[in-house]
């Protein structure tokens, strides 16, 4: 029995902290932005640096309150490390930007029954929050760094599309070891997001294939 209230208590909190979370992360990211783009230090300005910090706050609490709720604890640990990871390293920044990823399951949901929409809609969002998150992430990693290469928005935009799109031009590169980190995610969430692509262009034209075999048969049939 207290499993199932454990279960209906979590749930209550997820459906009321969904979509201020998801809020709460895109502020974090415009300030975030903000920061980084402006290459912006504590000593130079103070708010952007108190709601970052505020941010984190409410991320510990959220994680807090859903370990408590859930029921199956060590399974949700498991699944949500990238939450723990977020809150336990607050100094590495650009991990609070994973918080995002919930913006994608709730527009997934809201995209109705139709599988090839929810489909193309996961992977149209996920690429461009994905862009956006490692050009930050980089910029934040490399523009201070000695010999750094990558050292504006643009360039960091740059690199983030040739990687993800797996072309790799190699005229940008990251020197430090958190940039080198930041690369091998996002190549491997390339990779995915190119299968995910490629497998429903696949449906789509067999589909295709299968409606105009199936009409040349019904007129065959009428014809007979």
Known sequence: MNVWNNRAAYEKWVRLTEWPMVLVAVAFLGVYSYVVIGDLRESELNWPFWVINAVWVLFAVDYVVSLILVPHT???????????????????????????????????????????????????????????????????????????????????????MVTITTVGYGDYYPVTGLGRGIAVVLMICGLGLLGTVTATLASWFVERVEEAVGTKHDDASDTD
């Open 74 to 160: 060590r399974k949700w640990f498991v699944t949500h490390l990238h939450e723990l990871a977020i809150v336990l390293l607050p100094a590495l920044r650009p991990l609070r930007l994973l918080r995002l990823v919930t913006a994608v399951a709730v527009l997934q949901r809201s995209a109705g029954t139709a599988l090839r929409g929810k489909v193309i809609l996961y992977v149209a969002f996920t690429s461009l929050l994905l862009v956006v998150m490692a050009s930050l992430a980089m910029l934040d990693a490399e523009q201070n760094a000695p010999g750094a290469n990558i050292a504006s928005i643009g360039d960091a935009l740059w690199w983030s």
